[in-house]
Protein backbone atom coordinates (compact mmCIF):
# COMPACT_ATOMS: atom_id res chain seq x y z
CA UNK A 1 0.00 0.00 0.00
CA UNK A 2 1.47 3.05 -0.94
CA UNK A 3 1.55 5.76 1.06
CA UNK A 4 -0.79 8.33 -0.54
CA UNK A 5 -3.35 5.25 -0.51
CA UNK A 6 -2.57 5.41 3.71
CA UNK A 7 -2.93 9.44 4.12
CA UNK A 8 -6.48 9.24 1.84
CA UNK A 9 -7.96 5.98 2.55
CA UNK A 10 -6.05 4.52 6.00
CA UNK A 11 -7.41 1.23 6.82
CA UNK A 12 -9.05 0.57 10.33
CA UNK A 13 -6.16 -1.22 11.75
CA UNK A 14 -3.46 1.48 10.59
CA UNK A 15 -5.29 3.62 13.52
CA UNK A 16 -5.24 0.87 15.81
CA UNK A 17 -1.44 0.12 14.78
CA UNK A 18 -0.71 4.17 15.53
CA UNK A 19 -2.26 3.65 19.14
CA UNK A 20 -0.27 0.81 20.47
CA UNK A 21 2.38 2.57 19.25
CA UNK A 22 0.90 5.86 20.78
CA UNK A 23 0.98 3.24 24.37
CA UNK A 24 4.37 2.28 24.22
CA UNK A 25 5.76 5.86 23.55
CA UNK A 26 3.83 6.98 26.99
CA UNK A 27 5.07 4.15 28.70
CA UNK A 28 8.68 4.85 27.61
CA UNK A 29 8.23 8.84 28.44
CA UNK A 30 6.59 7.76 31.89
CA UNK A 31 9.95 5.77 32.61
CA UNK A 32 11.64 8.18 31.61
CA UNK A 33 10.34 10.96 34.29
CA UNK A 34 10.60 8.49 36.81
CA UNK A 35 13.59 7.38 36.55
CA UNK A 36 15.21 11.01 36.06
CA UNK A 37 13.29 12.13 39.18
CA UNK A 38 14.11 8.92 41.40
CA UNK A 39 17.07 7.21 40.37
CA UNK A 40 18.76 10.06 38.48
CA UNK A 41 22.04 9.90 40.93
CA UNK A 42 22.20 6.26 40.79
CA UNK A 43 21.70 6.14 37.20
CA UNK A 44 24.86 8.63 36.67
CA UNK A 45 22.63 11.32 34.68
CA UNK A 46 23.66 14.35 36.57
CA UNK A 47 27.25 13.59 35.46
CA UNK A 48 26.07 15.62 32.63
CA UNK A 49 22.63 17.64 32.39
CA UNK A 50 20.10 16.10 35.05
CA UNK A 51 17.67 19.17 34.73
CA UNK A 52 18.09 18.99 30.92
CA UNK A 53 17.31 15.17 31.06
CA UNK A 54 14.04 15.48 33.21
CA UNK A 55 12.79 18.31 31.98
CA UNK A 56 13.35 16.63 27.87
CA UNK A 57 11.20 13.67 29.83
CA UNK A 58 7.98 15.58 31.08
CA UNK A 59 7.97 17.64 27.93
CA UNK A 60 8.20 14.55 25.78
CA UNK A 61 5.62 12.95 28.26
CA UNK A 62 3.09 15.77 27.62
CA UNK A 63 3.88 15.78 23.72
CA UNK A 64 2.89 12.04 24.21
CA UNK A 65 -0.36 12.73 26.34
CA UNK A 66 -1.27 15.39 23.70
CA UNK A 67 -1.04 13.17 21.34
CA UNK A 68 -3.74 10.82 21.76
CA UNK A 69 -6.48 13.99 20.96
CA UNK A 70 -5.78 13.69 17.59
CA UNK A 71 -5.27 10.23 17.62
CA UNK A 72 -8.76 9.61 19.01
CA UNK A 73 -10.59 12.44 16.42
CA UNK A 74 -8.36 10.76 13.48
CA UNK A 75 -7.59 14.72 12.43
CA UNK A 76 -5.53 15.43 11.18
CA UNK A 77 -4.91 12.72 8.73
CA UNK A 78 -2.57 9.77 9.67
CA UNK A 79 0.65 10.24 7.97
CA UNK A 80 0.89 13.61 9.38
CA UNK A 81 0.19 12.19 13.00
CA UNK A 82 2.37 9.18 12.54
CA UNK A 83 5.18 11.86 10.60
CA UNK A 84 4.47 13.99 13.97
CA UNK A 85 4.77 10.87 16.41
CA UNK A 86 8.22 9.64 15.17
CA UNK A 87 9.33 13.03 14.28
CA UNK A 88 8.69 13.77 18.35
CA UNK A 89 10.78 10.34 19.09
CA UNK A 90 13.93 11.63 17.16
CA UNK A 91 14.05 15.02 18.83
CA UNK A 92 12.94 14.01 22.30
CA UNK A 93 15.37 11.36 21.73
CA UNK A 94 17.89 12.78 20.55
CA UNK A 95 17.79 15.15 23.32
CA UNK A 96 17.74 12.93 26.19
CA UNK A 97 20.50 10.85 24.63
CA UNK A 98 22.80 13.99 24.61
CA UNK A 99 21.73 14.76 28.08
CA UNK A 100 22.31 11.47 29.17
CA UNK A 101 25.91 11.52 27.96
CA UNK A 102 25.75 11.22 24.31
CA UNK A 103 26.50 7.69 22.06
CA UNK A 104 27.26 5.91 25.14
CA UNK A 105 24.22 6.44 26.56
CA UNK A 106 22.60 3.76 23.83
CA UNK A 107 19.05 6.06 24.60
CA UNK A 108 19.78 6.72 21.02
CA UNK A 109 19.24 2.65 20.00
CA UNK A 110 15.53 2.90 21.44
CA UNK A 111 14.84 4.69 17.97
CA UNK A 112 15.57 1.72 16.30
CA UNK A 113 11.71 0.65 18.17
CA UNK A 114 10.57 3.88 16.50
CA UNK A 115 11.82 3.22 13.06
CA UNK A 116 10.69 -0.58 12.85
CA UNK A 117 7.15 0.36 14.20
CA UNK A 118 7.02 3.28 11.32
CA UNK A 119 7.94 0.99 9.22
CA UNK A 120 5.11 -1.16 10.06
CA UNK A 121 2.66 0.61 10.89
CA UNK A 122 2.72 3.05 7.62
CA UNK A 123 4.10 0.06 5.52
CA UNK A 124 5.58 2.64 2.97
CA UNK A 125 9.09 4.18 1.93
CA UNK A 126 8.43 6.95 4.51
CA UNK A 127 10.09 4.28 6.58
CA UNK A 128 13.26 5.54 4.74
CA UNK A 129 12.47 9.09 5.59
CA UNK A 130 12.06 8.82 9.22
CA UNK A 131 15.80 6.61 9.30
CA UNK A 132 17.61 9.34 7.66
CA UNK A 133 15.87 11.70 9.73
CA UNK A 134 17.17 9.86 12.62
CA UNK A 135 20.73 9.66 10.97
CA UNK A 136 20.60 13.95 10.82
CA UNK A 137 19.78 14.14 14.50
CA UNK A 138 22.40 11.59 15.81
CA UNK A 139 25.54 12.98 14.02
CA UNK A 140 23.89 16.54 14.94
CA UNK A 141 23.85 15.37 18.39
CA UNK A 142 27.19 13.92 18.54
CA UNK A 143 29.09 17.04 16.75
CA UNK A 144 27.57 19.35 19.12
CA UNK A 145 28.68 16.92 22.02
CA UNK A 146 32.45 17.40 20.12
CA UNK A 147 32.21 21.35 19.60
CA UNK A 148 30.73 21.89 23.27
CA UNK A 149 31.49 19.06 26.03
CA UNK A 150 34.50 17.93 24.57
CA UNK A 151 33.17 14.57 23.59
CA UNK A 152 35.59 11.78 21.66
CA UNK A 153 35.81 12.23 17.81
CA UNK A 154 36.82 8.82 17.64
CA UNK A 155 33.04 7.87 18.86
CA UNK A 156 31.86 9.13 15.26
CA UNK A 157 32.25 5.85 14.25
CA UNK A 158 29.36 4.45 16.48
CA UNK A 159 27.51 6.57 15.75
CA UNK A 160 27.93 6.08 11.93
CA UNK A 161 27.15 2.29 13.31
CA UNK A 162 24.07 3.30 14.85
CA UNK A 163 23.09 5.10 11.52
CA UNK A 164 23.52 2.16 9.66
CA UNK A 165 21.51 0.51 12.04
CA UNK A 166 18.88 2.99 11.30
CA UNK A 167 18.53 2.51 7.78
CA UNK A 168 19.05 -1.40 8.05
CA UNK A 169 16.01 -1.75 10.63
CA UNK A 170 13.78 0.92 8.67
CA UNK A 171 14.46 -0.97 5.59
CA UNK A 172 13.90 -4.71 6.65
CA UNK A 173 10.36 -3.32 8.68
CA UNK A 174 9.12 -2.25 5.33
CA UNK A 175 10.66 -5.08 3.80
CA UNK A 176 8.64 -7.20 6.13
CA UNK A 177 5.51 -4.88 5.98
CA UNK A 178 5.57 -5.01 2.05
CA UNK A 179 5.76 -8.62 2.20
CA UNK A 180 2.84 -8.54 5.35
CA UNK A 181 0.29 -7.08 3.13
CA UNK A 182 0.88 -8.67 -0.13
CA UNK A 183 0.30 -11.60 1.88
CA UNK A 184 -2.91 -10.34 3.41
CA UNK A 185 -3.95 -9.02 -0.22
CA UNK A 186 -3.38 -12.73 -1.29
CA UNK A 187 -5.12 -14.07 1.59
CA UNK A 188 -8.13 -11.64 0.83
CA UNK A 189 -8.13 -12.48 -2.80
CA UNK A 190 -8.26 -16.22 -1.94
CA UNK A 191 -10.78 -15.64 0.49
CA UNK A 192 -12.67 -13.68 -1.92
CA UNK A 193 -12.67 -16.76 -4.26
CA UNK A 194 -13.31 -19.11 -1.96
CA UNK A 195 -16.60 -17.30 -1.40
CA UNK A 196 -17.65 -16.96 -5.37
CA UNK A 197 -16.68 -20.70 -5.80
CA UNK A 198 -18.60 -21.70 -2.84
CA UNK A 199 -21.43 -19.64 -4.15
CA UNK A 200 -20.93 -20.33 -7.82
CA UNK A 201 -20.93 -24.46 -6.18
CA UNK A 202 -23.98 -23.43 -4.53
CA UNK A 203 -25.90 -22.55 -7.44
CA UNK A 204 -24.70 -25.63 -9.86
CA UNK A 205 -26.23 -27.87 -7.19
CA UNK A 206 -29.15 -26.27 -6.41
CA UNK A 207 -30.43 -26.30 -10.61
CA UNK A 208 -28.01 -29.23 -11.79
CA UNK A 209 -30.58 -31.07 -13.68
CA UNK A 210 -28.60 -34.25 -12.61
CA UNK A 211 -28.21 -35.77 -8.74
CA UNK A 212 -24.62 -34.82 -7.43
CA UNK A 213 -23.35 -37.03 -4.29
CA UNK A 214 -20.16 -35.68 -2.69
CA UNK A 215 -18.56 -38.76 -0.89
CA UNK A 216 -15.24 -38.72 0.89
CA UNK A 217 -12.59 -41.33 1.03
CA UNK A 218 -13.99 -42.89 3.83
CA UNK A 219 -17.45 -43.43 2.27
CA UNK A 220 -19.24 -40.21 4.21
CA UNK A 221 -21.56 -38.22 2.17
CA UNK A 222 -20.50 -34.72 2.42
CA UNK A 223 -23.19 -32.99 0.25
CA UNK A 224 -25.93 -33.65 -1.87
CA UNK A 225 -28.03 -31.81 -4.08
CA UNK A 226 -31.74 -31.21 -3.84
CA UNK A 227 -32.59 -33.04 -7.65
CA UNK A 228 -30.43 -36.31 -5.68
CA UNK A 229 -32.93 -35.84 -2.95
CA UNK A 230 -35.88 -36.14 -5.44
CA UNK A 231 -34.40 -38.84 -7.38
CA UNK A 232 -33.27 -41.15 -4.06
CA UNK A 233 -36.37 -40.02 -2.18
CA UNK A 234 -34.45 -39.09 1.29
CA UNK A 235 -32.93 -36.23 2.63
CA UNK A 236 -29.84 -36.45 4.68
CA UNK A 237 -27.57 -35.13 7.36
CA UNK A 238 -24.00 -34.01 6.43
CA UNK A 239 -21.59 -36.53 6.61
CA UNK A 240 -23.89 -39.42 6.71
CA UNK A 241 -22.64 -43.15 5.65
CA UNK A 242 -23.44 -43.89 2.64
CA UNK A 243 -23.63 -47.69 3.40
CA UNK A 244 -26.40 -47.16 5.77
CA UNK A 245 -28.14 -44.26 3.72
CA UNK A 246 -28.16 -45.96 0.35
CA UNK A 247 -26.94 -49.26 0.08
CA UNK A 248 -27.52 -50.01 -3.55
CA UNK A 249 -25.79 -46.82 -4.68
CA UNK A 250 -22.76 -47.46 -2.09
CA UNK A 251 -22.28 -51.67 -3.22
CA UNK A 252 -22.06 -49.71 -6.86
CA UNK A 253 -19.89 -47.68 -5.04
CA UNK A 254 -17.63 -49.85 -3.70
CA UNK A 255 -17.49 -52.10 -7.32
CA UNK A 256 -16.12 -49.25 -9.12
CA UNK A 257 -13.34 -48.30 -6.65
CA UNK A 258 -12.40 -51.37 -7.00
CA UNK A 259 -12.14 -52.73 -10.21
CA UNK A 260 -12.42 -48.72 -12.00
CA UNK A 261 -16.00 -49.61 -13.21
CA UNK A 262 -19.40 -50.54 -11.92
CA UNK A 263 -21.67 -53.40 -12.16
CA UNK A 264 -24.23 -51.46 -14.26
CA UNK A 265 -25.04 -48.26 -15.97
CA UNK A 266 -28.37 -47.75 -14.22
CA UNK A 267 -29.78 -47.58 -10.78
CA UNK A 268 -33.43 -49.02 -10.39
CA UNK A 269 -35.18 -46.02 -8.34
CA UNK A 270 -38.60 -45.94 -7.06
CA UNK A 271 -41.97 -45.67 -9.01
CA UNK A 272 -39.75 -47.49 -12.05
CA UNK A 273 -37.80 -44.72 -12.60
CA UNK A 274 -33.88 -45.08 -13.27
CA UNK A 275 -31.04 -42.87 -12.86
CA UNK A 276 -27.81 -43.52 -14.85
CA UNK A 277 -24.84 -43.36 -12.80
CA UNK A 278 -20.96 -41.56 -13.21
CA UNK A 279 -18.23 -41.78 -10.94
CA UNK A 280 -15.76 -38.77 -10.96
CA UNK A 281 -12.78 -39.37 -8.82
CA UNK A 282 -11.59 -36.28 -6.78
CA UNK A 283 -8.20 -35.22 -7.28
CA UNK A 284 -7.55 -38.23 -9.73
CA UNK A 285 -7.69 -40.58 -6.87
CA UNK A 286 -10.73 -42.41 -5.32
CA UNK A 287 -8.96 -42.20 -2.16
CA UNK A 288 -9.62 -39.24 -1.55
CA UNK A 289 -13.06 -38.70 -2.66
CA UNK A 290 -15.53 -39.23 -5.29
CA UNK A 291 -18.20 -37.61 -6.96
CA UNK A 292 -21.22 -39.41 -7.65
CA UNK A 293 -23.72 -38.12 -10.71
CA UNK A 294 -26.87 -39.71 -11.31
CA UNK A 295 -28.75 -38.62 -14.54
CA UNK A 296 -32.39 -39.08 -14.18
CA UNK A 297 -33.25 -41.48 -17.40
CA UNK A 298 -36.92 -40.08 -17.81
CA UNK A 299 -35.95 -36.82 -18.70
CA UNK A 300 -32.73 -38.11 -20.84
CA UNK A 301 -36.46 -39.88 -22.79
CA UNK A 302 -38.17 -36.73 -22.02
CA UNK A 303 -35.49 -34.57 -23.80
CA UNK A 304 -35.25 -36.97 -26.94
CA UNK A 305 -39.19 -37.04 -26.75
CA UNK A 306 -38.84 -32.88 -27.57
CA UNK A 307 -36.27 -33.63 -30.53
CA UNK A 308 -38.86 -36.26 -31.81
CA UNK A 309 -41.47 -33.99 -31.56
CA UNK A 310 -39.69 -30.74 -33.31
CA UNK A 311 -39.07 -32.99 -36.53
CA UNK A 312 -42.65 -34.27 -36.25
CA UNK A 313 -43.51 -30.38 -36.17
CA UNK A 314 -41.62 -30.11 -39.52
CA UNK A 315 -43.16 -33.08 -40.35
CA UNK A 316 -46.62 -32.39 -40.24
CA UNK A 317 -46.20 -29.20 -41.71
CA UNK A 318 -44.57 -29.65 -45.02
CA UNK A 319 -47.25 -32.69 -45.30
CA UNK A 320 -50.11 -30.55 -44.85
CA UNK A 321 -48.33 -28.03 -47.65
CA UNK A 322 -47.41 -30.30 -50.04
CA UNK A 323 -49.95 -33.31 -49.60
CA UNK A 324 -52.85 -31.70 -48.38
CA UNK A 325 -53.50 -29.02 -50.89
CA UNK A 326 -53.01 -31.72 -54.62
CA UNK A 327 -55.07 -34.02 -52.78
CA UNK A 328 -57.99 -31.57 -52.30
CA UNK A 329 -57.72 -30.77 -56.07
CA UNK A 330 -57.30 -34.50 -56.75
CA UNK A 331 -60.72 -35.47 -54.81
CA UNK A 332 -62.71 -32.29 -56.70
CA UNK A 333 -61.88 -33.56 -59.57
CA UNK A 334 -63.26 -36.73 -59.39
CA UNK A 335 -66.33 -35.60 -57.79
CA UNK A 336 -66.74 -33.61 -60.78
CA UNK A 337 -66.21 -36.64 -63.53
CA UNK A 338 -68.17 -38.25 -61.16
CA UNK A 339 -70.96 -35.95 -62.06
CA UNK A 340 -70.58 -36.67 -65.60
CA UNK A 341 -72.80 -39.71 -67.36
CA UNK A 342 -70.48 -43.07 -67.78
CA UNK A 343 -70.60 -46.47 -67.31
CA UNK A 344 -70.48 -48.43 -64.54
CA UNK A 345 -67.12 -49.42 -64.56
CA UNK A 346 -65.97 -45.40 -64.95
CA UNK A 347 -67.85 -44.78 -61.71
CA UNK A 348 -66.38 -47.39 -59.48
CA UNK A 349 -62.71 -46.44 -60.85
CA UNK A 350 -64.00 -42.75 -59.76
CA UNK A 351 -65.04 -44.12 -56.71
CA UNK A 352 -61.62 -45.92 -56.08
CA UNK A 353 -60.27 -42.51 -56.28
CA UNK A 354 -61.96 -40.83 -53.87
CA UNK A 355 -62.16 -43.44 -51.37
CA UNK A 356 -58.18 -43.77 -51.57
CA UNK A 357 -57.98 -39.41 -51.16
CA UNK A 358 -60.12 -40.10 -47.77
CA UNK A 359 -57.84 -42.56 -46.57
CA UNK A 360 -54.80 -40.32 -47.60
CA UNK A 361 -56.76 -37.46 -45.54
CA UNK A 362 -57.70 -39.08 -42.97
CA UNK A 363 -53.79 -40.48 -42.66
CA UNK A 364 -52.46 -36.72 -42.76
CA UNK A 365 -55.36 -36.03 -40.47
CA UNK A 366 -53.82 -38.46 -37.54
CA UNK A 367 -49.81 -37.21 -37.92
CA UNK A 368 -50.92 -33.79 -38.24
CA UNK A 369 -52.58 -35.04 -34.04
CA UNK A 370 -49.11 -35.18 -33.39
CA UNK A 371 -48.41 -31.70 -33.75
CA UNK A 372 -50.45 -31.20 -30.86
CA UNK A 373 -48.34 -33.23 -28.21
CA UNK A 374 -46.69 -30.61 -27.21
CA UNK A 375 -49.20 -28.10 -26.42
CA UNK A 376 -50.43 -29.70 -23.65
CA UNK A 377 -53.05 -28.15 -21.28
CA UNK A 378 -53.33 -30.53 -18.28
CA UNK A 379 -56.24 -29.94 -15.65
CA UNK A 380 -56.75 -31.54 -12.81
CA UNK A 381 -60.59 -33.23 -12.83
CA UNK A 382 -62.58 -36.38 -11.98
CA UNK A 383 -62.47 -39.33 -13.90
CA UNK A 384 -65.19 -40.77 -13.16
CA UNK A 385 -67.53 -37.90 -14.14
CA UNK A 386 -65.23 -37.77 -17.26
CA UNK A 387 -66.02 -40.93 -18.47
CA UNK A 388 -69.40 -40.92 -17.93
CA UNK A 389 -69.69 -37.93 -20.15
CA UNK A 390 -68.04 -39.44 -22.61
CA UNK A 391 -69.86 -42.73 -22.51
CA UNK A 392 -72.86 -40.42 -23.86
CA UNK A 393 -71.41 -38.68 -26.54
CA UNK A 394 -69.70 -42.02 -27.47
CA UNK A 395 -73.34 -43.86 -27.57
CA UNK A 396 -74.90 -40.84 -29.26
CA UNK A 397 -71.75 -40.74 -31.95
CA UNK A 398 -71.85 -44.49 -32.66
CA UNK A 399 -75.17 -45.45 -32.35
CA UNK A 400 -75.09 -48.53 -30.32
CA UNK A 401 -77.68 -50.20 -28.01
CA UNK A 402 -77.21 -49.13 -24.39
CA UNK A 403 -75.08 -51.68 -21.71
CA UNK A 404 -72.87 -52.41 -24.68
CA UNK A 405 -70.52 -50.28 -22.91
CA UNK A 406 -70.04 -50.22 -18.93
CA UNK A 407 -67.90 -47.89 -16.44
CA UNK A 408 -66.66 -49.68 -13.03
CA UNK A 409 -64.33 -49.13 -10.37
CA UNK A 410 -63.57 -46.36 -8.09
CA UNK A 411 -65.28 -42.74 -8.26
CA UNK A 412 -64.07 -39.48 -6.74
CA UNK A 413 -60.52 -40.10 -8.37
CA UNK A 414 -58.85 -37.22 -9.56
CA UNK A 415 -56.22 -37.24 -12.21
CA UNK A 416 -54.13 -34.49 -13.83
CA UNK A 417 -54.60 -34.47 -18.11
CA UNK A 418 -55.67 -32.47 -20.76
CA UNK A 419 -59.09 -33.56 -21.13
CA UNK A 420 -59.02 -33.01 -25.12
CA UNK A 421 -56.30 -35.71 -25.30
CA UNK A 422 -57.87 -37.66 -22.93
CA UNK A 423 -61.30 -38.00 -25.21
CA UNK A 424 -59.25 -38.31 -28.16
CA UNK A 425 -57.03 -41.55 -26.98
CA UNK A 426 -60.14 -42.81 -25.03
CA UNK A 427 -62.34 -42.51 -28.75
CA UNK A 428 -59.78 -44.86 -30.61
CA UNK A 429 -59.40 -47.37 -28.24
CA UNK A 430 -62.94 -47.59 -27.94
CA UNK A 431 -63.64 -47.61 -31.21
CA UNK A 432 -61.18 -50.21 -32.28
CA UNK A 433 -62.66 -52.53 -28.97
CA UNK A 434 -66.26 -52.07 -30.76
CA UNK A 435 -64.86 -53.05 -34.21
CA UNK A 436 -63.30 -56.06 -32.67
CA UNK A 437 -65.69 -56.89 -29.92
CA UNK A 438 -68.94 -58.29 -30.34
CA UNK A 439 -71.12 -55.36 -29.52
CA UNK A 440 -73.05 -56.97 -26.80
CA UNK A 441 -74.20 -55.63 -23.29
CA UNK A 442 -70.85 -55.57 -21.35
CA UNK A 443 -68.49 -55.99 -24.50
CA UNK A 444 -66.72 -53.11 -23.63
CA UNK A 445 -65.88 -52.32 -19.72
CA UNK A 446 -63.79 -49.17 -18.72
CA UNK A 447 -62.77 -49.99 -15.61
CA UNK A 448 -60.72 -47.63 -13.17
CA UNK A 449 -58.23 -48.92 -10.24
CA UNK A 450 -55.26 -47.44 -8.12
CA UNK A 451 -52.07 -49.58 -7.49
CA UNK A 452 -48.64 -48.22 -5.78
CA UNK A 453 -50.14 -44.62 -5.42
CA UNK A 454 -51.12 -44.31 -9.25
CA UNK A 455 -54.48 -44.34 -11.12
CA UNK A 456 -54.94 -46.67 -13.84
CA UNK A 457 -57.71 -46.82 -16.98
CA UNK A 458 -58.71 -50.08 -18.71
CA UNK A 459 -60.53 -50.86 -21.45
CA UNK A 460 -61.33 -54.30 -21.98
CA UNK A 461 -63.60 -55.57 -25.18
CA UNK A 462 -64.74 -59.67 -25.06
CA UNK A 463 -63.33 -59.89 -29.08
CA UNK A 464 -60.31 -62.36 -30.04
CA UNK A 465 -57.90 -60.36 -28.91
CA UNK A 466 -54.28 -59.26 -30.36
CA UNK A 467 -51.79 -62.47 -31.79
CA UNK A 468 -48.55 -62.73 -30.07
CA UNK A 469 -46.53 -61.79 -32.89
CA UNK A 470 -48.39 -58.70 -33.28
CA UNK A 471 -48.34 -57.52 -30.29
CA UNK A 472 -44.88 -56.36 -30.04
CA UNK A 473 -45.79 -53.82 -33.00
CA UNK A 474 -48.88 -52.63 -31.84
CA UNK A 475 -47.64 -48.76 -30.73
CA UNK A 476 -45.39 -48.69 -34.02
CA UNK A 477 -46.61 -46.01 -36.72
CA UNK A 478 -48.45 -47.00 -39.75
CA UNK A 479 -48.74 -50.26 -38.09
CA UNK A 480 -52.69 -51.95 -38.72
CA UNK A 481 -54.31 -55.20 -39.65
CA UNK A 482 -57.47 -53.67 -40.65
CA UNK A 483 -57.64 -53.36 -44.56
CA UNK A 484 -58.98 -49.67 -44.47
CA UNK A 485 -56.63 -48.36 -41.08
CA UNK A 486 -54.03 -45.99 -41.17
CA UNK A 487 -51.87 -47.57 -38.26
CA UNK A 488 -51.64 -44.36 -36.47
CA UNK A 489 -54.43 -44.48 -33.83
CA UNK A 490 -52.84 -46.19 -31.17
CA UNK A 491 -49.18 -44.64 -32.32
CA UNK A 492 -51.52 -41.19 -31.58
CA UNK A 493 -52.99 -41.84 -28.28
CA UNK A 494 -49.34 -43.49 -26.46
CA UNK A 495 -47.76 -40.60 -27.40
CA UNK A 496 -50.77 -38.50 -26.20
CA UNK A 497 -50.33 -40.04 -22.90
CA UNK A 498 -46.47 -40.30 -22.76
CA UNK A 499 -47.06 -35.57 -23.48
CA UNK A 500 -49.55 -35.99 -20.36
CA UNK A 501 -47.47 -38.09 -17.92
CA UNK A 502 -49.30 -41.18 -18.18
CA UNK A 503 -48.36 -44.45 -19.96
CA UNK A 504 -50.52 -46.61 -22.31
CA UNK A 505 -49.59 -50.15 -22.30
CA UNK A 506 -51.39 -53.47 -23.97
CA UNK A 507 -52.39 -56.49 -21.68
CA UNK A 508 -53.29 -59.92 -23.41
CA UNK A 509 -56.73 -60.97 -21.84
CA UNK A 510 -55.95 -60.64 -18.42
CA UNK A 511 -57.42 -64.23 -17.45
CA UNK A 512 -60.27 -63.82 -19.94
CA UNK A 513 -60.60 -63.26 -23.48
CA UNK A 514 -60.27 -59.99 -25.44
CA UNK A 515 -57.90 -57.31 -25.79
CA UNK A 516 -56.80 -54.55 -22.69
CA UNK A 517 -55.35 -51.33 -23.36
CA UNK A 518 -54.52 -49.86 -19.94
CA UNK A 519 -53.84 -46.15 -19.17
CA UNK A 520 -51.16 -45.79 -16.07
CA UNK A 521 -52.19 -42.05 -14.84
CA UNK A 522 -49.99 -40.23 -12.02
CA UNK A 523 -50.28 -40.19 -8.11
CA UNK A 524 -53.60 -41.04 -6.74
CA UNK A 525 -56.47 -38.44 -5.71
CA UNK A 526 -58.89 -39.71 -3.65
CA UNK A 527 -62.39 -38.71 -2.25
CA UNK A 528 -64.32 -42.08 -1.04
CA UNK A 529 -64.75 -45.21 -1.77
CA UNK A 530 -64.88 -47.82 -4.86
CA UNK A 531 -68.29 -49.29 -6.34
CA UNK A 532 -69.57 -50.09 -9.80
CA UNK A 533 -71.79 -48.62 -12.41
CA UNK A 534 -73.28 -49.28 -15.64
CA UNK A 535 -72.68 -46.63 -18.84
Same mark, same amino acid.
Given at each position: ????????????? #???S????????????????F?A?????????????????????????????????????????????L???????????????????????????????S???????????????????????A??E????????????A????V????????A??????????????????????????????????????????????V??????????? /???????????P????????? %?????Y???????S?S??????D??????????????????????????????????????????G????????E? *?? !???????????????P?????Q?????????????N? %????????? /??????????? =????????????????R #????V????G???????????? =???V????? /?????Y???L????V????????R????????G?G????H???? #???????? !????????????????????????????G????????? #????? *??????????
Open positions: MTDKAVADFPPVD #FWRLRYYNLYRLTLASLFVLGAFGSLLSLDAYHLVLFFGSSVVYLAVVVVSFIPLRLRWPRFTWQTVQIGGDIVGLTVLSYASGGIKSNVGLLLLVLAAAGLISRGKITLFFAALASIALLHAYAVLHDDADVLYVQGLLCMSYFVAWLAHTLAKYAVDSQQLAQRRGRDLVSLSEANRLVMRDMQDGVLVDGEGMIMQMNA /RAERLLRKSIGESPLSETFP %ILFGQALWKQAGARDTLPLVGLQARLRFVPIERDAAHGVVIFLEDMQRVRAEAQQIKLAALRLTANIAHV *RN !PLSAISYAAELLQEEGDAKHRLLQIVLDNTQRIQ %IVQDVMQLN /RRDRVQSEVFE =LDVMLRTFVEEFDSAE #FEPGMVLAMPGVEISFDRGH =LRQLWNLC /RNALRGRKPGSLLTTSAEDGVMLAVQDDPISAEQSKL #FEPFFTTA !PDGTGLGLYIAKELCEANGAQLEYHAGEQAGACFRIT #FGELH *RDGGGHGHGG
